[in-house]
């Protein structure tokens, strides 16, 4: 029998690693944090990454790291990188789990991104950067299983995650 992961997607800011993290908690799941993961293997930060090897070397290194991570016999919380799913594979293995799409308005995450230095994608203007690759990614976004609004503080997104989880298909901590 296949396992059955929970995989969080959505555009840079939506706090995909922090609510990430706390579902992984509250389900007594391992959270895996797909961008961690490359810096991991490239030993190097991804702003680093993108500087010395550009951003098809980045995006080669996020496809084997949600290979591995979807590869796992334990059920656990995916956050991928925002752009993660704009490949093909990685949006077809995604959507065989269950895809939950943080969604949030591009000028609220503009604001909790500040100037975006560390975030490769978001150099020069980081709000007409935002709307860009939201544009850009919305359809992949829209895809998922399910829609949270991801305006609210982390613990709030979190406890929606979960409960919209637990309605869909009952206690999700026993799914494997």
């Not at 029998?1 to 993290?21: D, N, P, Q, W």
């Not at 544009?135 to 709030?156: F, L």
């Amino acid at each position: 029998m296949r396992t059955e992961h929970i995989v969080l997607c959505g555009t840079a800011g939506t706090g995909k690693s922090t609510v990430g993290a706390l579902v992984a908690k509250a389900l007594g799941r391992p959270f895996i944090d797909v961008d961690r993961e490359v810096e991991m293997d490239a030993k190097t930060t991804i702003a680093e990454l993108f500087a010395r090897d550009g951003e098809p070397a980045f995006r080669a290194r996020e496809r084997a790291a949600v290979v591995r991570a979807l590869d796992r016999d334990d059920a656990c919380v995916i956050a991928l990188g925002g752009g993660a799913l704009e490949n093909d594979d990685t949006f077809a293995d995604a959507r065989q789990h269950t895809l939950v799409w943080l969604s949030a308005p591009v000028a609220a995450l503009a604001a909790r991104i500040g100037n975006g230095s560390s975030r490769p994608l978001l150099t020069g203007d980081p709000l007409a950067r935002l709307r860009e690759l939201a544009n850009r990614r919305e359809a992949r976004y829209r895809a998922a299983h399910v829609t949270i609004n991801a305006t609210p503080a982390p613990r709030i997104v979190a406890a929606a995650v979960v409960a919209e989880l637990e309605r869909r298909a009952g206690p999700v901590e026993q799914r494997a």
